[in-house]
């Protein structure tokens, strides 16, 4: 059974920081690229961070320069370092790991989500 469970998430004042934790298990993710997205009330959820197997990162404007995604795959763990946190970074934090089951389909498996509130 795939799991991913996140941790870290937390309430913050403006301008602090957080790191996020998704710990996989019950599949190698190692060869995956791996995500972090957000959804915040009545809003879609979208992409925040992603990384790929080898280490290439790809970011959300909103998050450039303050969110850093990284991964341990000795672990099967990836995280998402976020500074100079605003409140408009409020939402629940989810970590997405995809795996192709052909060349046009794919299994996406979700983490429970974690909670980031960012106000004073």
């Known amino acids: 059974q795939v799991q991913l469970v996140e941790s870290g998430g937390g309430w913050v004042q403006p301008g602090e920081s957080l790191r996020l934790s998704c710990a996989a298990s019950g599949r190698d993710f190692s060869s995956k690229t791996m995500a972090w997205y957000r959804q915040a009330p009545g809003k879609q959820r979208e992409l925040v961070a992603a990384?790929?197997?080898?280490?290439?990162?790809n970011y959300a404007d909103s998050v450039k320069g303050r969110f850093t995604i990284s991964r341990d795959n000795a672990k099967n763990t990836v995280f998402l370092q976020m500074n100079s946190l605003k409140p408009e970074d409020t939402a629940v934090y989810y970590c997405?790991?995809?795996?192709?089951?052909?060349?046009?389909?794919?299994?996406?498996?979700w983490g429970q989500g974690t909670q980031v509130t960012v106000s004073s």
């Open positions: 990384i790929t197997s080898g280490g290439f990162t």
């Open positions: 997405n790991g995809r795996i192709a089951t052909s060349p046009i389909s794919w299994d996406d498996y």
